[in-house]
C-alpha cells in the first residue's frame, strides 16, 4: 500500500513536444506528491509539488495534473527541451507517523532529441 | 553559499570495514534524511531525523546506523553488516520537521569491493 507506481519507464519526445509521466498509488493517506529531477550523477532536485486539494498546480513549463478519485497524478512537462532530459521520480508521503517518509516511483528516463 | 555538502563524492571500502558518510547543511533545515538510490530504482529511506538528538529508522535501516548530535550534521555509517552496500547515498534536509520540501545533496558514490 505504499507503493508508488510510475509509467513509462523511459519516454522519447522531440524538441517543443509534451512530455507526460504518470505516477499512480493505492495509500489514501498520502497528502503530498512532489516531481524531482535528476540528471546523471547529481543529486535529484525538487521541481513542483501539490496537495490533493487542487487538482492542478502549473510552474513555468512544468505543470502537475492531479485526480484523487483516481489515485492518479501526472508531470507534463510543454515544450520540452534538450536540456530536459534526465530522469524524473514522483514521489508521495503521508503524514502523522510518516512524515517526511517520502516513498518514490522508479523513475522515467526522458530524452528530448533536438 | 548555502547548501547540502556530501563528502567525498566517491568512497572506495573493502568488504567487512565500516564507512562513514557525512553530510552537512547551512539551511538551517529541522530535518535530514538519508536515501540510497540504486542503479534503475527510485530512492529508498535509510533513516531520518526531525529534530536534533533523535532519529527514526525508515524502510531500508538494517545495517545502517547515524547520529544527530548537532543541527546541521547528520552522519551516516555503513557497517558490515549491511549486505549490499555498494550504492549512490543521498542526503536531504526539509526546513519544517514535517518534511514536506525535501532538497537533496549532491550524493556520494560508495563502492564496496
Known amino acids: 500500500q505504499q507503493q508508488v507506481k510510475q509509467s513509462p519507464q523511459s519516454l522519447i519526445v522531440q524538441k517543443g513536444g509534451i512530455s507526460i509521466i504518470n505516477c499512480a498509488y493505492e495509500?489514501?493517506?498520502?497528502?503530498?506528491f512532489p516531481w524531482y529531477q535528476q540528471f546523471p550523477g547529481k543529486g535529484p532536485a525538487l521541481l513542483i509539488a501539490i496537495r490533493p486539494d487542487v487538482s492542478e498546480k502549473k510552474e513555468g513549463r512544468f505543470t502537475i495534473s492531479f485526480n484523487k478519485s483516481a489515485k492518479q497524478f501526472s508531470l507534463h512537462i510543454m515544450d520540452s527541451q534538450p536540456g530536459d532530459s534526465a530522469t524524473y521520480f514522483c514521489a508521495a508521503s503521508a503524514g502523522g507517523t510518516s512524515y517526511g517518509k517520502l516513498t518514490f516511483g522508479q523513475g522515467t528516463i526522458l530524452t528530448v532529441h533536438p | 553559499d548555502g547548501g547540502i555538502t556530501q563528502s567525498p563524492k566517491y568512497l572506495f571500502r573493502k568488504e567487512g570495514q565500516n564507512v562513514t558518510l557525512s553530510c552537512e547543511q547551512n539551511?538551517?533545515?529541522?530535518?535530514m534524511y538519508w536515501y540510497r538510490q540504486d542503479p534503475g530504482q527510485g530512492l529508498r529511506l535509510i533513516y531520518y531525523s526531525q529534530i536534533v538528538n533523535d532519529f527514526q529508522k525508515g524502510d531500508i535501516a538494517e545495517g545502517y546506523s547515524v547520529s544527530r548530535e548537532k543541527k546541521e550534521s547528520f552522519p551516516l555509517t555503513v557497517t558490515s553488516a549491511q549486505k549490499n552496500p555498494t550504492a549512490f547515498y543521498l542526503c536531504?534536509?526539509?526546513?519544517?520537521?514535517?518534511?514536506?520540501?525535501?532538497?537533496f545533496g549532491p550524493g556520494t558514490r560508495l563502492t564496496v569491493t
Open positions: 495509500n489514501t493517506a498520502f497528502d503530498y
Open positions: 536531504a534536509s526539509s526546513p519544517t520537521w514535517q518534511g514536506y520540501e525535501q532538497y
Open positions: 539551511l538551517n533545515h529541522d530535518a
